[in-house]
């Protein structure tokens, strides 16, 4: 039945991936469709309220300059918000000011669509800081990295330019993620998921006890934190707590939302690339990485942990520490998988006491960082991946190699080194400069070898702007605070600039026709070559961290 | 004339620094009031009048009417004659939800489980420790699981069948009503929501 249920979740996702493809393409080919009617007029309204005259295509540099300096001035009003919260309105808990270092951190993670959280929900923001700061930075984060995806594919597949940054972001939120978010929203709340601004509720529990219940506008945060993969819970437990995903139908409905427009961009590429079979083997490259590491993480779930299964119980459901009932082992697999997959880092399970094998599916997701991946740029690096694919193969046959029409050559294969590089560097080098300092190992909740893995997926989480954590590690701290910050920063705005870069560069350069000596990338065979560097490039870089962390406590278990 | 449109056209495509900035943050404001206010309180509005107990935290009532919990958040039960819940290490105080987050190999989380085994034994003589469900002795991800597995429920019967006096027959009827099925017969667990199983045997007992 495990089985059988998370087929059922593939396929509805593998039917809706060309509808909302096509719909994606329709909101930003700029060519004239329906959905102007029923948008079109919102978009004016708000491009006169800005002052937004000309609509015409920006140079790269202009587009990421937009980008950035739009992203400094939500996270600007975001970090005073949140260090007066105690004095604005909707806070009827009282909540006080958030701390400096906390706020920093706090706003760099909305803004980067990272979503790590080093305060809980409950007791560290207030109602408006919720809607004004969370959800807001929720929707903006999310349309920003959007926007600049879309930018990418312009680029490589040889527009007239990468398009208008203000433009992209508008018609993101209006025809994407608002209406998507209010849909989800009410059919969270038929599930069950509280909207109210009341304050904590007080109840008399069955044995007199007295119980305070922590409530709030959750739905409306919920959504928006999915269909923008941004994966920041309204309470600590995040969608692990019942109010948060009530049932295995809100989780259904929550791993589509955060699944659904990663998927479809591959999609979305190959209609610009006017090649749909080249979108097919992304998305076909995208889904057998998952299913493996599905695979695993769900088979070791379900073996459980040895030390605990020795104990005698009846332990046929698996490992169940951490996890909800509701869940059980399918549904907890599949959440984990997706939510790394897709970037999100919203948990519906404590990642933290997964069984070591099954550690490694989240941490190998993050790591790789483009299967499907978060909002855009999972995409963005899947296709660094191909051009290097590319790249590989014409070095060995000794030819120029050429991608959709258009050669690489050593400066865009210079950014994209450092666009893969950077992603190991900030992961490794933190990583091993916590283990030198007292601030780092004092935080350590988990001795051992599973100690290791909770700093790691802490600097994973952050690099690969996730969000979720082993939650035992002790995180609120300056030390993790800044370093942590400066990681999901770098995360975000270092490859992000370099790939819009890539695209300009690629816009510039005259298309070589097809002959019958060009590479093909829409078959099998570039299917495999893109699967092949991801993990010789990708994921052989982190093997040894990996045998230090999860697998040597496997092998202390077995 | 054809000079100014020249013009015209080359002000618009390089608007002056300060304009730019404007545009942007004029485009932060609108967002943030879209996104941050209107749409949070819209939602509030549609939600609390289209669905206002779901809204509202799903409150379970007595048959008196009054409101004993919610019933997505689990409870805390220490009388052995009613359905115990899961191990929750915030003892299912709902303003603060979480766990330990303790690692597979962590010692504490061992001595937390065979800990909970040996209480387990004590309490229910007679039950084979073969036969105890995992998620009994188990800290659930939130520390708020309302719910046990069905196997979980009914391995307590004999106790509570012992300490109320209720037959065992009257227990198993009252747990496979009470048990939910997978959502739409596919997803998720089977599983009892153990705030609404024990209120329904208290209630069962005062009559």
Same mark, same amino acid.
């Given at each position: ?65 937009? =980008? ?6 939500? $996270? ?27 706020? *920093?951190?706090?706003?760099?993670? =909305? ?19 919720? !809607? ?56 969270? $709340? ?43 819970? *309204? ?36 209609? =610009? ?12 490259? !995208? ?16 073996? &459980? ?21 509701? =869940? ?21 399970? !404590? ?32 296709? !660094? ?39 190991? +560097? ?9 283990? +030198? ?31 979720? &954590? ?8 300056? *030390?993790?605070?800044?370093?942590? &910050?400066? @990681? ?23 298309? @070589? ?14 299917? &495999? ?30 | ?15 002056? /620094?300060?304009? #730019? ?17 209107? #749409? ?20 379970? /009532? ?29 003892? #299912? /105080? ?112 005062? /009559?």
């Amino acid at each position: 039945m495990g089985i059988v249920q998370i087929i059922a979740v593939i396929l509805i996702l593998v039917l809706l991936v060309k509808p909302a493809g096509t719909y994606l393409y329709h909101v930003f080919s700029g060519e004239p469709n329906r959905t102007d009617r029923i948008f079109g007029g919102t978009e004016r309204g708000i491009y006169r309220l800005i002052g937004l005259k000309q609509r015409g295509g920006m140079s790269w540099k202009k587009y990421a300059v937009s =980008f950035i300096v739009t992203n400094i001035a939500l $996270v600007t009003f975001s970090y005073i918000l949140l260090r007066l919260q105690k004095g604005l309105p909707l806070n009827p808990g009282g909540i006080g000011n958030m701390e400096e270092t906390l706020t *920093f951190n706090t706003v760099i993670s =909305f803004i980067t669509n990272t979503n790590l959280q080093h305060y809980s929900g409950e007791t560290g923001v207030s109602y408006f800081s919720q !809607m004004a700061v969370m959800t807001m930075l929720m929707f903006t984060s999310a349309a920003s990295g959007f926007s600049v995806a879309v930018a990418f594919v312009r680029g490589i597949t040889g527009r007239s330019s990468v398009g208008n940054f203000f433009e992209d972001f508008v018609k993101a939120h209006i025809r994407v993620f608002i209406p998507l978010a209010l849909l989800v929203t009410l059919a969270l $709340v038929g599930l069950h998921v509280p909207q109210t601004l009341k304050p904590a509720l007080e109840v008399t529990t069955l044995e007199g006890q007295s119980q305070q219940i922590a409530i709030g506008p959750i739905a409306s945060l919920e959504s928006i934190k999915h269909i923008g993969t941004n994966g920041g819970g *309204f309470f600590g437990a995040n969608s692990a707590h019942p109010f948060e995903n009530p049932s295995p139908l809100s989780n259904v409905l929550e791993i589509l939302s955060m699944w659904l427009l990663p998927a479809s961009l591959p999609y979305m590429y190959g209609k =610009f690339a006017k090649n749909k079979r080249q979108g097919w083997m992304i998305f076909g490259a !995208m889904m057998t990485l998952f299913v493996v590491l599905l695979g695993l993480n769900y088979a070791a779930e379900s073996a &459980g942990n040895p030390a605990v299964n020795a104990m005698g119980i009846d332990a046929s459901q698996g490992s169940m520490e951490g996890k909800e009932v509701r =869940f059980g082992i399918a549904q907890s697999a599949l959440f984990t998988t997706v939510t790394t997959a897709a970037t999100t880092g919203s948990v519906n399970n !404590m990642h933290d006491t997964l069984t070591p094998l099954g550690s490694i599916t989240p941490l190998t997701l993050m790591m790789l960082n483009n299967v499907f991946g978060g909002k855009g740029v999972g995409l963005v690096n899947m296709l !660094m991946y191909a051009i290097l694919g590319v790249f590989l193969c014409g070095l060995m046959v000794g030819r120029t190699p050429e991608f959709l029409g258009r050669k690489i050559e050593a400066r865009e294969m210079k950014l994209i080194a450092i666009a893969i590089l950077i992603h190991p +560097l900030i992961i490794l080098v933190p990583t091993a400069a916590a283990f +030198l300092t007292d601030l780092g190992q004092g935080s350590i909740s988990n001795p051992g070898f599973h100690g290791m893995t909770q700093v790691l997926y802490e600097y994973v989480s952050s690099a690969a702007n996730n969000g979720s &954590g082993f939650e035992g590690l002790a995180d609120n701290t300056s *030390f993790w605070n800044i370093t942590t &910050g400066i @990681v999901m920063l770098l995360g975000r705005y270092v490859s992000i600039i370099a790939m819009l870069a890539v695209a300009g560069s690629l816009l510039r350069k005259k298309p @070589v026709p097809e002959t019958i000596g060009t590479f093909r990338t829409d078959n099998g065979l570039f299917t &495999g070559i893109l699967i092949g560097t991801v993990l010789i490039i990708g994921a052989l870089t982190f093997l040894p961290v990996i045998v230090l962390g999860p697998i040597a406590e496997y092998l202390t278990l077995r | 004339m054809a000079n100014s449109n020249k013009e015209t056209a080359e002000e618009q495509q390089s608007p002056s /620094k300060a304009a #730019y900035i404007f545009t942007i943050i004029r485009l932060s404001a609108v967002f943030i009031v879209l996104c941050g206010i209107i #749409y949070p309180l819209a939602s509030t509005a549609l939600a609390q009048v289209l669905m206002p107990s779901q809204a509202n935290g799903s409150l379970l /009532k007595n048959s008196a009417g009054q409101v004993v919990g919610s019933t997505l958040i689990g409870q805390n039960f220490t009388d052995q004659a009613l359905f115990q819940s899961r191990v929750s290490s915030i003892e #299912y /105080k709902a303003e603060a939800s979480g766990s330990n987050n303790y690692g597979p190999s962590n010692p504490d989380m061992l001595q937390r489980t065979s800990d909970s085994i040996t209480q387990w034994k004590l309490d229910n003589p007679g039950v084979p420790v073969s036969e105890l469900p995992i998620d009994l002795v188990t800290n659930s991800g939130s520390g708020l699981d309302p719910h046990i597995t069905p196997a979980a429920a009914i391995v307590q019967i004999p106790r509570i069948s012992n300490l109320s006096g209720i037959p065992p027959e009257t227990l198993t009827a009252l747990v496979s009503e009470y048990t939910e099925g997978r959502d739409l017969g596919l997803f998720g667990e089977k599983r009892v929501n153990v705030l609404k199983l024990n209120l329904a045997l208290t209630e069962l007992k005062a /009559k």
